[in-house]
């Protein structure tokens, strides 16, 4: 049937002519399903051959132009036949959108048009009930509309989305003269000369797509069809090209002129690759899936046949070719917009779509150099040889663009790109080249803009052969939103943006120290070069500083500014992890981190570098408590670094900040203030600002006086990202695991928690836990909840094992990530108390099942520090046995090891085999 559907209807229905109607719909429809399934067969058995697509796409869209063709075989010769048809009854069936253009994917909708010469007649609505039940039966997404000609010329005048379905009507089944007709018209009174308005609504609607998908084209997790660099976006360029320059195939774009041969070949072979990966999305999920999630990404690469090489997993080597794919996509945008600008179909723009008032002979003298231009307020080299004559114009031009704050003309753009080859050995080490790009690194305006269109070009990892290597790469985990090459472009973006003082609100210290950085050309350089090394065998950090050392003299630093880009690139990562794992109140873990730092600005340039880098992780990732974290730790470390925070300084601290808490509790008496500040212990003293010194104060008083041992508090902090739940409760090993368990089963998010213990036995314990709402009364009713489950649960009335059973199925993306877990055990990070630090895959009710294990251990926690990762929880406990001491017995040790891998097993087996530490450093 799939030859010849017609034909094969005839057969079909005169071998059951004498059966009634409702059979021979019947005996259709399962013919017709017979087709679909042998045609996706053949489809996917295509799709496992090499470089195979479009060719399923198209073997999709053939099998289900046989079904639709033989239901209007059916409908008009055997259910609804008309003998002697009028005028009216007169019917095409075109193929519109997607389906227009002769490529499905397994899960797509199929968009079909009934054409009448005027309006539907009741013979005309017979067919086409006939023809879409059975579809219907089928379980196909049919989309489906029924006009006449004058129908479509009109609404295709009102609407774009109709005017593009139109624009790749194709020809199915019926009246081809009256198909013929619509297409005639559509052409003359639609598309004649509304070429303009048509390309501008198109790249308006692909912004407003990409906004919603996701504004960056190295999205970890992109989606296949409407993401940036995606194949709606080849669609709209076609769609584009077809309109202006009235071409039938994409082939005829090179005759045109808005080609060359190899960007046809760009084109085709994007095309070919995002189908590939969109027909295996559909096949392996079996449904109309567009994202390219993490659980998906292994599949396809796999489907593919990716394997493993150079130290990248198959997946990442797969996802690079896709982020390739995505950049080629977007240069064929570029090229597009170009042509059309010169047709003056597109508004011209500058970099920020501010354009001064300098007539452009002034602006181009501006410029600075006889080999730059201006085109249509565009920066351009004057001729196709300004490359050739002297290679430095390359960097030169982006030097220009950042300081004139011009966008390039695409012309220009895509010549960079043609002259690539000009970038050798001698013009990377440059003296010249190498300023002019230290300049734009540097540059006060746009520095990520300019690196962006360096990237996208292919400059910028030509003359730094090392970032080239990270350009496209992904990280298979679930924390890093962007490629190591975006992540990096995005992290000069912030650090530019604290630069020019306009994130005061968001990050006030960095904000403040920024300008009294002696190095900022090296805190620049530093940031770019911090992750340059991802991807190799070993630990990123160390070959990074190798890199860091190589490059520094080639840009023009001096030794001193070399070594502190190495320095920075090397402990990139420290101040991260302290301030988030480690106890901020301990002194150990201060005097620890100030020798690593030893001095001031070093201090200075890693806390705005750390800042940075974790804000251009991606969306979310950034939020006021990690902010908090970081200046506790540098105010701490700062101290050191200028000669305080001896014992004597520690002992000088506390007593202050007692006297400041008893003028804060002036309406207290002096016997009443006395007998509070002996409840606490120094540590508490040092941890706790005054405000919530004096909180505590009456929140103890007021429970005491209300006859409570158990009682709850809740606050909202928004500049800091979170609710704190402040608990009092009777001191005991299990206490940690109940408020954890609380907040697991009411969905509490635990980001830190700060654990005192008074001098009388009560614990007095703050839980900061993710804001869940943006109003601070939802949150407030949220925190309320938790907070009522605590004390239940404090109580005994409830079983908190109970409610975090409920919540214990582990996130269907958890199988995706295998992560060892790994337990560290430490005497040496702290002098009062043994450190563990256990890391592993993050699910429901994790931290509940390892307090809850330590608690069974006899251990007492002082501390905990949590932090998440993507997929990956690291969480720090500071312990100690019943009598205060530390861990020290090797048997000891091995029995905690064990009891907390034991936490990361799943039913059915381990999560990953465990990485077991040696014995703790004692």
Not at 517 to 543: M, Q, W
Not at 783 to 793: H, S
Not at 830 to 844: A, C, I, Q
């Amino acid at each position: 049937m799939l030859q010849d559907p017609e034909a094969g209807v005839t057969r079909l229905l005169a071998s059951a002519r004498r059966r009634d109607k409702a059979e021979k719909r019947q005996l259709l429809v399962g013919a017709l399903r017979q087709l679909l399934d042998d045609g996706h067969a053949s489809a996917r058995a295509i799709l496992e051959g090499p470089r195979s697509g479009l060719a399923c796409a198209h073997r999709l869209s053939a099998v289900m132009d046989a079904v639709v063709i033989a239901l209007h075989k059916a409908a008009t010769g055997y259910f609804y036949p008309a003998d002697n048809p009028s005028q009216s009854e007169r019917i095409a069936v075109a193929a519109v959108g997607g389906y227009g253009r002769g490529t499905l994917a397994p899960g797509s909708d199929v968009d079909l048009l009934f054409l009448f010469p005027h309006k539907q007649t009741a013979w005309g609505e017979s067919v086409v009930e006939s023809m879409l039940y059975p579809l219907w039966d089928l379980k196909l997404k049919t989309g489906h509309s029924v006009r006449s000609v004058d129908d479509c010329i009109r609404e295709a005048r009102a609407d774009m989305t109709i005017r593009t379905a139109l624009l790749e009507a194709r020809f199915l089944s019926g009246d081809r003269a009256l198909f013929d007709e619509m297409v005639r018209r559509f052409d003359a009174e639609v598309v004649e000369g509304t070429a303009a308005a048509f390309t501008e609504a198109k790249l308006a609607e692909r912004e407003t797509r990409v906004q919603r998908a996701g504004t960056s084209r190295y999205l970890v997790e992109p989606n296949v069809k409407d993401g940036k660099g995606g194949l709606r976006d080849l669609n709209t360029l076609f769609w584009i090209a077809k309109y202006a320059y009235r071409v039938k195939d994409v082939r005829e774009l090179v005759a045109a002129g808005l080609f060359d041969t190899q960007e046809l070949q760009m084109f085709e072979r994007s095309e070919e690759f995002l189908w590939r990966v969109r027909c295996w999305l559909h096949f392996i999920t079996g449904r109309a899936e567009e994202r390219l999630s993490f659980d998906l990404q292994r599949q396809v690469a796999a489907a593919i046949g990716y394997a493993g090489r150079s130290g990248q997993a198959p997946v990442e080597r797969f996802m690079k070719a896709y982020f390739l794919v995505a950049k080629d996509v977007g240069d064929l945008t570029a090229i597009v917009c170009a042509a059309l600008e010169a047709r003056q179909q597109k508004p011209r723009a500058t970099l920020s779509r501010l354009l001064g008032s300098f007539t452009k002979r002034k602006r181009v003298r501006a410029l600075g150099h006889t080999d730059f231009t201006l085109k249509g307020q565009r920066l351009a080299v004057i001729d196709d040889s300004a490359f050739e004559r002297d290679p430095v114009n390359l960097l030169r031009l982006y030097q220009i663009a950042s300081r004139e704050d011009l966008a390039i003309h695409p012309d220009t753009s895509r010549l960079v790109t043609q002259s690539l080859r000009l970038i050798t050995s001698g013009l990377r080490h440059d003296p010249e080249a190498n300023r002019i790009f230290l300049e734009i690194l540097t540059a006060r305006r746009s520095p990520e803009v300019v690196l962006r269109r360096m990237n996208e070009s292919g400059l910028l990892g030509r003359f730094v052969p090392d970032f080239g290597r990270v350009v496209a790469m992904m990280q298979f985990n679930m924390y890093h939103h962007y490629t190591v090459d975006e992540h990096l472009i995005r992290a000069i973006g912030v650090l530019a943006e604290i630069d020019s003082g306009t994130l005061e609100a968001e990050h006030p210290l960095a904000n403040e120290i920024m300008p009294t950085v002696a190095n900022r050309r090296a805190l620049y350089v530093a940031l770019f070069l911090h992750d340059i090394a991802k991807g190799r065998p070993e630990d990123h950090s160390l070959a990074g500083t190798r890199i860091a050392r190589k490059l520094g003299p080639r840009l023009g630093l001096t030794p001193g500014q070399t070594e502190t880009v190495a320095w920075l690139v090397e402990h990139h990562l420290d101040m991260s992890t302290v301030a988030q794992s480690r106890d901020l109140g301990d002194p150990k873990t201060i005097e620890s981190f100030a020798a690593t730092v030893q001095t001031l600005e070093r201090l200075k340039l890693l806390l705005i570098l750390t800042v940075a880098d974790i804000k251009a992780v991606g969306p979310g990732v950034w939020n006021g408590w990690k902010g908090q974290l970081l200046r506790t730790l540098y105010y701490e470390t700062e101290l050191v670094l200028t000669g305080g925070h001896s014992a004597v300084e520690r002992k000088a601290r506390v007593g202050r900040k007692q006297d400041e808490l008893r003028q804060r509790l002036s309406d207290w008496s002096e016997e009443e203030r006395e007998a509070y500040i002996a409840r606490h212990y120094p540590p508490y003293w040092i941890k706790v600002d005054l405000a919530d010194q004096e909180k505590h104060a009456r929140f103890l008083s007021e429970a005491e006086k209300a006859g409570r041992t158990t009682a709850t508090v809740v606050e909202t902090d928004q500049f800091r990202g979170v609710t704190e739940l402040t608990v009092l409760a009777p001191d005991h090993p299990r206490l940690l695991a109940i408020v954890t368990g609380a907040c697991a089963a009411a969905g509490g998010n635990i980001v830190d928690a700060q654990i005192f213990t008074t001098t009388d036995g009560l614990a007095l314990d703050t839980i900061s836990v993710s804001r869940a709402f943006d109003r601070d009364d939802d949150e407030l009713r949220r925190a309320g909840r938790i907070a009522a489950a605590i004390e239940r649960a404090l109580k005994g009335e409830i079983k908190i094992a109970d409610l975090v059973a409920q919540r214990r199925a582990p996130p269907p993306r958890g199988q995706t990530f295998q992560l060892a877990p790994e337990i560290v055990i430490d005497n040496v990070l702290s002098s009062r108390h043994t450190v563990l630090e256990v890391s592993g895959l993050d699910r429901p009710g994790l931290l509940y099942d390892l307090t809850t294990a330590i608690g069974k251990l006899n251990l007492n926690i002082a501390s905990a520090h949590i932090a998440t990762f993507g997929e990956k929880a690291v969480d720090v406990f500071y312990v100690t046995d019943l009598t205060n001491a530390k861990i020290v017995s090797t048997a000891r040790q091995l029995a905690i090891r064990k009891t907390l891998l034991d936490v990361f097993e799943f039913e059915g087996g381990k999560a990953a085999s465990a990485r077991t530490k040696v014995p703790a450093r004692a």
